[in-house]
């Protein structure tokens, strides 16, 4: 793998949940708390809908790292998505590993609503620790690609 | 239904090193329903191809299809466009489903992306377990429901063995002795006489003992 | 008579049998066999020879009951179903007979699992009564399970395996009822500890008559340390090992430990002897074939009757 290119912000998509997730990333971006805009959220109604597809087509299109973001346990708004979720996270590690990119680049997260300010540090930390590993062999393939094309 | 395990994907890497085209097909049937080889799961392997490949620096083209059932003439018959596209097909049916677009697709590789397991049922969300191993005589009505053949480890038509043990097969705590399962459910019926009516050796021909098995169905023949 | 065999001889004369059991090797030597046979010589009735044991590879049984056969002893066949289908195994019930081996017992096996050849296919044609019946039919109808007629046919002792300790429990009489039907003359049992429970299974036995069918020999098992009775009670399927004989063997130390084993099984032979059904007694000393003669003796068994 290169060396981390300090220049080089990672991509990180987040697909948060509606009830808890995207309203505390909502809150920390009111609050004005400070989150790497690298991170890409994409709001959805449920983590527990976030398919094994999703994520995995986010890293097929050059994620650096993806977060799935829902309720803490037991505040799920459809009562079980966010363990769904916790599964189908362990499930798409399992496949990132097979294929050769780290399974440390899948994270779940489970934050309530009420938590701006832990969103926006679990984002701080999903950047940093991205930045540490580098960019995704699969966006670093990519770009090798459109450097071929060009 | 019949139950199927995806392959490793380094095996179905192996298998598919040598192509640039490659269409993936799925199946809509069982393989759906164990979560193997449905619309799904070609979805996630394309992604999964596609990543490896862009990965060791040499991009295919992964074309994704699912048919209504792989093992039927009538269905397999939609692909001949994509496959002419194609230098391999991998498919994510069952051993069946392969063999038809073998059959069907004769001067095109194909290649299977799961391994073929069982026949068997749900037994909760996420677990399959083979129930039925096709003997061609089904015993199951003298035997409260429950086949030997497939459930117990040995195979036993007059169980239990000796190594039956709280419930549980010999072989693991994880399995039910079958035969245990057998007594309890004769008891249920008020049909325990039937226990001690000792089964005869098995004739295997009909299980494919006499060769590889057809049924014909004359009224249905054209 | 239905046959030839010395031990349907002493078990129809009323007397109470003796058997015993030799390993055969894993590998092709076979002075091992015939060391182990040495031992039992005038000690037991006939010799049970093991068929792949714990499904691990050793030297077949047929050709361990010959050198045994050879040296004048008398040697029962093991056979398991697990590895052979009807052919291979008429096959060699033919072969056995032609070599003046007159005593069988009929088993499943052991599963594959448990072996050193987990990888091989689970053969199961067919299972432990329907060998008893394969091998009744072939004395008695003189037909192979095909249905043809044999030339000679082979005149077996017919044993068979019984587990008073396995579960169901209600089962158990049934089971053996079920190989009564199927035309076993003997069976021997598990290794019995538990003696309660054994007497409660032979009970049930007598109940139905199926002692005076079926010539019932208690299973002995000399346990050599405390290890091993928590081995047996712990890792060993189908195996019943009461609290008190662990703690009996543990109460010792460990350099008097063998020898209590042995006091136990000639403590447990002695009990045994006067339960109603009890035709005899299998002493399985795995690998420990040299302390057979003293279990023997000291539970007053010899000297064997002379036939
Ligand atoms: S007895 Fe035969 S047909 Fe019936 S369930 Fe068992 S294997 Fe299937
Ligand atoms: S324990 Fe039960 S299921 Fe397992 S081999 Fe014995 S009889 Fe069959």
Not at chain 1, 68 to 77: K, W, Y
Not at chain 1, 126 to 148: C, D, F, H, V, Y
Not at chain 2, 42 to 67: F, I
Not at chain 2, 81 to 98: P, R
Request: hydrophobic share 40%; glycine share 10%; proline share 5%.
């Amino acid at each position: 793998m290169a060396a981390p290119t300090p220049e080089l912000e990672p991509v990180i998509v987040a697909f948060c949940c509606h009830y808890c997730a995207y309203t505390a990333a909502d809150q920390a971006g009111a609050q004005r708390l400070e989150y790497p805009s690298n991170v890409k959220i994409v709001r959805v109604p449920c983590s527990g809908k976030v398919d094994a597809l999703h994520m995995l087509r986010a890293f097929e299109r050059g994620a650096d790292g993806v977060l799935v973001a829902g309720c803490l346990e037991g505040d799920c708004h459809f009562s079980t998505g966010n363990l769904r979720a916790r599964k189908k996270v362990a499930q798409v590690q399992r496949l990132l590993e097979e294929i050769g990119v780290g399974p440390e680049r899948l994270e779940l997260l489970l934050v309530s609503a009420g938590m701006g300010s832990n969103f926006a540090r679990a984002a701080r930390e999903i950047t940093q620790k991205i930045r540490a590993l580098g960019p995704s062999p699969i966006s670093e393939a990519i770009a090798a690609r459109a450097m071929n094309r060009a | 239904m019949i139950t199927a395990e995806r392959k490793p994907l380094e095996e179905i890497l192996q298998s598919v090193s040598s192509f640039d085209r490659i269409l993936i097909v799925g199946c809509n049937e069982c393989v759906t329903v164990c979560a193997a080889g449905g619309r799904k799961e070609v979805g996630l392997l394309a992604s999964a191809l596609n990543m490896s490949m862009l990965k060791a620096g040499r991009p295919v083209q992964l074309t994704e299809h699912t048919l209504e059932r792989q093992c039927d003439p009538e269905y397999v018959d939609e692909l001949a466009q994509l496959v002419t596209g194609a230098d391999a097909i991998l498919s994510m049916a069952c051993g069946c489903g392969v063999q038809e677009l073998a059959r069907r697709y004769r001067d095109k590789p194909v290649l299977p992306a799961l391994n073929t397991k069982f026949m068997g049922a749900a037994e909760r969300p996420g677990v399959w377990a083979e129930r039925c191993a096709g003997c061609g005589n089904c015993v199951l009505g003298v035997t409260g429901g429950i086949c030997p053949i497939a459930r117990c480890s040995k195979r036993l038509m007059n169980g239990p063995c000796g190594g039956s043990g709280n419930g549980k097969c010999e072989i693991s705590d994880e399995v039910d002795c079958a035969w245990q399962l057998i007594w309890d459910r004769l008891k249920a019926l008020g049909k325990t006489d039937l226990y001690e009516q000792n089964m005869d050796a098995k004739d295997w021909r009909p299980a494919g003992g006499g060769g590889p098995r057809r049924i014909v169905r004359e009224d249905l023949t054209e | 008579m239905k046959t030839d065999s010395v031990l349907e001889k002493i078990l129809t004369s009323g007397q109470l049998a003796v058997t015993s059991e030799c390993g055969p090797p894993r590998g092709s030597d076979p002075e091992v066999i015939r060391k182990k046979g040495e031992l039992l010589r005038g000690v037991v009735d006939a010799v049970n020879v093991t068929d792949n044991q714990t499904a691990m590879v050793r030297m077949s049984s047929l050709a361990a009951c010959i050198h045994l056969r050879q040296m004048g002893l008398e040697p029962l066949l093991q056979m398991v179903t697990r590895d052979r289908n009807r052919l291979a195994m008429q096959a060699d019930i033919l072969g056995a007979y032609s070599h003046g081996v007159t005593n069988m017992l009929c088993l499943s096996g052991d599963h594959p699992k448990f072996g050193d050849h987990p990888m091989a296919a689970n053969v199961h044609d067919i299972d432990s009564v329907q060998l008893i019946k394969m091998v009744r039919d072939m004395r008695e109808e003189g037909t192979f399970a095909g249905g043809e007629e044999i030339k000679e046919p082979p005149k077996m002792f017919i044993g068979g395996a019984a587990n008073p300790f396995a579960d169901p429990f209600e089962l158990r009489v049934a089971r053996l009822a079920k190989k009564a039907s199927a035309g076993v003359d003997f069976v021997q049992t598990q290794c019995i500890y538990n003696i309660p429970k054994f007497k409660k299974w032979m009970k049930g036995v007598c109940d139905r008559g199926l002692h005076e069918q079926v010539h019932v020999l208690a299973g002995i098992t000399p346990m050599k340390s405390v290890g091993m009775a928590r081995y047996m009670k712990n890792k060993v399927p189908g195996m019943d090992v009461p609290d008190d004989l662990v703690k009996r063997m543990g109460g010792v130390e460990k350099k008097k430990q063998a020898a209590e084993g042995i006091d136990i099984a000639v403590e447990m032979i002695q009990e045994l002897k006067e339960v109603e059904g009890v035709a005899g007694f299998h002493i399985m000393a795995i690998e420990w074939e040299r302390k057979v003669p003293e279990i023997v003796e000291r539970a007053g068994l010899l000297p064997r009757p002379s036939t």
